[in-house]
Nanobody, 115 residues
Framework: QVELVESGGGLVQAGGSLRISCAASGFIVTNAYMTWSRQSPGKQRELVAGFLSPVRTFYADSVKGRFTISRDNVKNMVHLQMDTLQPEDSGVYYC?????????WGQGTQVTVSS
């Protein structure tokens, strides 16, 4: 049974940092196609970062140079390190994995950046 559980969200001042995490079960994260997306009130869900391959990553232009996605293959987790946060980075952040039988999403973790 596939499950994704996000954690680590919270309130931070502009310019600060947060690391959010996604604990995975039911599959191995090592070679999985995994992404982070975010959604703010009144806006569509936005793809933020992800793995194209075991080592190749991609980032939205809005977060490039500030966010870093990584995997912990021992703990079967994926992390998103977010630096130099801005109020526009606020939203619910979701972890997703694409497997052979479809896409699975976590429940999300709230990130709020105050100005």
């Amino acid at each position: 049974q596939v499950e994704l559980v996000e954690s680590g969200g919270g309130l931070v001042q502009a310019g600060g940092s947060l690391r959010i995490s996604c604990a995975a079960s039911g599959f191995i994260v090592t070679n999985a196609y995994m992404t982070w997306s975010r959604q703010s009130p009144g806006k569509q869900r936005e793809l933020v970062a992800g793995f194209l391959s075991p080592v190749r990553t991609f980032y939205a232009d809005s977060v490039k140079g500030r966010f870093t996605i990584s995997r912990d293959n021992v703990k079967n987790m994926v992390h998103l390190q977010m630096d130099t946060l801005q109020p526009e980075d606020s939203g619910v952040y979701y972890c997703k994995v694409r497997l052979h039988d479809g896409d699975y999403w976590g429940q999300g973790t709230q990130v709020t950046v105050s100005s």
